[in-house]
């Protein structure tokens, strides 16, 4: 994620911006600022990448306030926004990675986003390029520049899904035959094979990618590195993620705001059920993480929303589900404590044919009386 900071003298401009910057899946935005010294402050005790900061404002010059924000941290990138074209070559002095005229238009901005970017790959030799999406969570798609790619045939995607199922490596011609076409003889499945190479290939060459489909040796490979890769993005805070601090939990939760529903969840793909299975448990995983977070912060609303979550994948976790009463307890909501007790009491005789345990229980009983 992209740490950012918004500095400007005028609220309306702010909010446009913030809208703006929340489209793109990599922003996180720490905060936004009228005051510049404020905003200088708290730049001071927190780990910025980058600011969109106003020139024109009374307080302090944006020229000078990009000066002291380098000192703080010279590898801050500065997005310098005005209203005023004059201002442009003293804002390339300090360094500035783009120079943004108010008001803010959509396609000048996906410039500039395009342009942090590319900074990024010279930083840690790595880009993603936000004209290509692909989303794994939920249902399959690709998206370019915000349209949906249209595949001539379903086995056509589903080769393309396949691909990119396998995370850049080169998969050989015989394992895509054997996992797609299993009921097809080799000689009509290379043949549809083949077929669904070319469809592939000609949806990406009509977007002016050509190439993006390797072929060497009898194996297939999609490079899936310099685009945006929802799973990627998913598996990265789920790696980064070390202990239970404020800050760690913030960006655990926008690393996994991408994990829409299962993955391949609405493509029924067979050979997607070993990984759909591993990234579910992932996701289950992180929500405990954040809940019992909230829950040692004493923020049991909080924790209440995480913990709701986690009922929807695993219904029958009772441990869960105490924890969940017991958060609506400490916030003050007996009748949504009582109400999910009803529920999951007869959820467990109707489907399982159990009992709730008598730990459960004993958190309804204590209730009972108010």
């Given at each position: 994620?992209?740490?950012?900071?918004?500095?400007?003298?005028?609220?309306?401009?702010?909010?446009n911006l913030e809208r703006y910057l929340n489209s793109y899946d990599q922003f996180h935005i720490l905060g936004s600022y009228i005051d510049v010294y404020k905003a200088i402050d708290e730049i001071k005790g927190q780990s910025v990448d980058l600011v969109f900061l106003?020139?024109?404002?009374?307080?302090?010059?944006?020229?000078?306030?990009?000066?002291?924000?380098?000192?703080?941290?010279?590898?801050?990138?500065?997005?310098?926004?005005?209203?005023?074209?004059?201002?442009?070559?003293?804002?390339?002095?300090?360094?500035?990675?783009?120079?943004?005229?108010?008001?803010?238009?959509?396609?000048?901005?996906?410039?500039?986003?395009?342009?942090?970017?590319?900074?990024?790959?010279?930083?840690?030799?790595?880009?993603?390029?936000?004209?290509?999406?692909?989303?794994?969570?939920?249902?399959?798609?690709?998206?370019?520049?915000?349209?949906?790619?249209?595949?001539?045939?379903?086995?056509?995607?589903?080769?393309?899904?396949?691909?990119?199922?396998?995370?850049?490596?080169?998969?050989?011609?015989?394992?895509?035959?054997?996992?797609?076409?299993?009921?097809?003889?080799?000689?009509?499945?290379?043949?549809?094979?083949?077929?669904?190479?070319?469809?592939?290939?000609?949806?990406?060459?009509?977007?002016?990618?050509?190439?993006?489909?390797?072929?060497?040796?009898?194996?297939?490979?999609?490079?899936?590195?310099?685009?945006?890769?929802?799973?990627?993005?998913?598996?990265?805070?789920?790696?980064?993620?070390?202990k239970e601090s404020s800050e760690n939990i913030q960006k655990l939760k926008e690393g996994i705001k991408v994990y829409s529903g299962d993955y391949f969840e609405g493509n029924d793909y067979l050979w997607s059920v070993g990984e759909q299975g591993l990234l579910r448990?992932?996701?289950?995983?992180?929500?405990?993480?954040?809940?019992?977070?909230?829950?040692?912060?004493?923020?049991?609303?909080?924790?209440?929303?995480?913990?709701?979550?986690?009922?929807?994948?695993?219904?029958?976790?009772?441990?869960?589900?105490?924890?969940?009463?017991?958060?609506?307890?400490?916030?003050?909501?007996?009748?949504?404590?009582?109400?999910?007790?009803?529920?999951?009491?007869?959820?467990?005789?109707?489907?399982?044919?159990?009992?709730?345990?008598?730990?459960?229980?004993?958190?309804?009983?204590?209730?009972?009386?108010?």
């Open positions: 994620m992209i740490k950012t900071i918004i500095i400007d003298d005028e609220r309306h401009a702010i909010n106003d020139i024109d404002m009374p307080k302090m010059n944006g020229i000078e306030a990009a000066e002291r924000i380098l000192e703080i941290d010279s590898e801050i990138k500065i997005v310098f926004v005005t209203a005023y074209s004059n201002y442009a070559v003293d804002a390339f002095e300090v360094a500035a990675i783009d120079y943004v005229m108010k008001p803010i238009m959509k396609n000048r901005l996906d410039k500039t986003i395009n342009r942090i970017y590319k900074s990024q790959k010279e930083d840690d030799g790595h880009i993603v390029d936000m004209k290509m999406k692909i989303l794994c969570f939920g249902n399959f798609e690709i998206l370019w520049e915000g349209e949906s790619l249209k595949w001539r045939t379903s086995k056509a995607e589903e080769f393309i899904a396949y691909l990119v199922h396998q995370k850049g490596e080169f998969v050989h011609k015989s394992k895509i035959l054997e996992d797609l076409w299993p009921d097809k003889d080799v000689k009509q499945a290379t043949k549809l094979l083949h077929t669904s190479v070319y469809y592939v290939r000609n949806a990406f060459k009509n977007i002016g990618l050509d190439g993006v489909i390797e072929y060497s040796n009898k194996m297939y490979k999609f490079d899936t590195e310099d685009f945006y890769l929802d799973t990627d993005i998913f598996e990265k805070a789920i790696k980064d993620f070390e448990n992932k996701y289950i995983d992180a929500l405990s993480k954040i809940s019992n977070y909230y829950i040692d912060q004493g923020s049991s609303d909080d924790a209440i929303t995480y913990l709701k979550k986690i009922t929807e994948f695993n219904p029958y976790d009772e441990k869960n589900h105490r924890k969940l009463l017991t958060a609506y307890i400490n916030s003050g909501d007996l009748v949504s404590c009582k109400k999910h007790y009803k529920n999951i009491e007869n959820e467990f005789k109707v489907e399982l044919g159990e009992e709730l345990s008598l730990k459960t229980k004993e958190i309804y009983s204590s209730i009972q009386g108010d």
